[in-house]
């Protein structure tokens, strides 16, 4: 130790003050160094919004997404398979009732003697309607408005669903055709004294083009949901 301050004594004072100058030149060297370090291993907080950020809007979409497909499912199905319907009016009693809520299926749907349909209106008549096919396109067809017998294709039809008897329309009665003509089905309600059907100049045959669907279920009232057939 007496050794180092003899030598350091022993200096000159220009090589003093050169000694001097390297050690400040080194604590302004160990600074920069610590000040770099500190920069370099510090909490990065900008990056750790932008993760999160991401991560919750990642997180709302996954949730989010699942909704949009069945959303778009649902539309889709209720557009060209399913649809829904509510009666309105005493025209199908007792089989159907005024509010009555009904699905409705209308992909590739053929129409068959006995379905029951949605039609979007008549020949005169602009509203939608339901009634039931009675007979198709080439099929014969007679109607005893005495005895309420309706013949198809010289078959006597059980309609063990009907209200009333089969009467001619009163107010404005149609010519029953013997044959249906090509692209059109004959239909009629099932309370037939009240019912404003093909039997009526104002509804008359029905295009097949204007058969919305096929009734198949009824979901509402709850006490009487399921199949209508």
């Known amino acids: 130790m007496s050794e180092e301050i ?6 000159s004072p220009e090589e003093n003050q050169e000694t001097e100058n390297v050690s400040a030149e080194e604590q302004k060297t160990e600074i920069k160094a610590e000040e770099k370090s500190e920069k370099i291993t510090g909490t990065d907080y900008s990056k750790d919004t932008k993760t999160t950020s991401y991560g919750a809007v990642t997180s709302v979409f996954e949730w989010v997404q699942p909704l949009l497909v069945a959303l778009v499912c649902v539309t889709l199905l209720l557009t060209f398979v399913f649809r829904q319907v509510t009666v309105s009016g005493s025209s199908m009693y007792d089989t159907l009732e005024n509010g009555d809520r009904l699905i409705v299926t209308n992909m590739f749907y053929e129409p068959q003697v006995g379905d029951i349909v949605v039609i979007s209106h008549g020949q005169s008549y602009d509203r939608a309607l339901i009634k ?3 007979a198709l396109e080439g099929q014969t067809l007679s109607i005893n408005f005495e005895t309420g017998d309706v013949v198809v294709d010289g078959v006597l039809l059980d309609e063990k669903y009907i209200t009333g008897k089969t009467i001619e329309d009163p107010r404005s009665p149609l010519e029953v055709p013997s044959v249906i003509p090509e692209g059109y089905v004959y239909v009629m309600g099932d309370n037939r004294e009240h019912s404003s059907d093909s039997r009526n100049t104002n ?26 057939y």
Do not use: N
């Open 132 to 134: 039931r096919v009675i």
């Open 203 to 228: 509804i008359g045959l029905i295009k097949k083009s204007d058969i919305v669907g096929k009734a198949q279920f009824r979901i509402f009232p709850f006490s009487s949901f399921g199949s209508i």
């Open 6 to 11: 003899k030598k350091t004594e022993s200096l």
